[in-house]
T-cell receptor
């Protein structure tokens, strides 16, 4: 499996944008980039995924580098409820139902009031 | 149901006892995954079901661990002769056939072996 590298922790001020980086230099052409987050005492929650183009949804934006060797999850206006561990994961395809996702240690995001 | 339901939410058991953990998926979700998460650690894959069959059991840590799924719905993870190192949060995730929105996780079962 292609691996991802994320900072162990980040801090951000409330109501400011947050940019969470992820490096995946060995990504293959068919790998999708997924982001999940895990709030305290809860199971992980799907955030967003993409292949080549930048993606936006109600939770966040995903910016994918042109060479696809890195990506950035963008929270446009952080709130205290965004404090969580954020996981960047690669999968072989968007056919979610046929493969497991391998979770790393993620980035622990702290929001400062 | 509206979400993935796991029961019990907490389980304390004595070393050497057997335990069963249950996962009720979202109705119609065909893919089901079990993970476990030890304190302060990342998620460790255990087993994956597509319908009632398990194409990938590679993450089960020993033969004390087994899982089944019936009717393409409820899944049970069984741990026999529990050991203290089995203490963890056991998480279930499901995925619908059409995909597109990723896994939906339950809140997990916190297992403590004393």
């Amino acid at each position: 499996d292609a691996k991802t590298t994320q900072p162990n922790s980040m801090e951000s001020n409330e109501e400011e944008p947050v940019h969470l980086p992820c490096n995946h230099s060995t990504i293959s052409g068919t790998d999708y980039i997924h982001w999940y987050r895990q709030l305290p005492s809860q199971g992980p929650e799907y955030v967003i995924h993409g292949l080549t183009s930048n993606v936006n949804n109600r939770m966040a934006s995903l910016a994918i580098a042109e060479d696809r060797k890195s990506s950035t999850l963008i929270l446009h206006r952080a709130t205290l409820r965004d404090a969580a561990v954020y996981y960047c994961i690669l999968s072989l395809g968007s056919n979610f139902g046929n493969e497991k996702l391998t979770f790393g240690t993620g980035t622990r995001l702290t929001i400062i009031p | 149901g509206a979400g993935v339901s796991q029961s019990p939410s907490n389980k304390v058991t004595e070393k050497g006892k057997d335990v069963e953990l249950r996962c009720d998926p979202i109705s119609g979700h065909t893919a089901l995954y079990w993970y476990r998460q030890s304190l302060g650690q990342g998620l460790e894959f255990l087993i994956y079901f597509q319908g009632n069959s398990a194409p990938d059991k590679s993450g089960l840590p020993s033969d004390r661990f087994s899982a089944e799924r019936t009717g393409g719905s409820v899944s049970t993870l069984t741990i026999q002769r529990t050991q203290q190192e089995d203490s963890a949060v056991y998480l279930c995730a499901t995925q619908g056939l059409r995909g597109g929105v990723g896994y939906t996780f339950g809140s997990g079962t916190r297992l403590t072996v004393v």
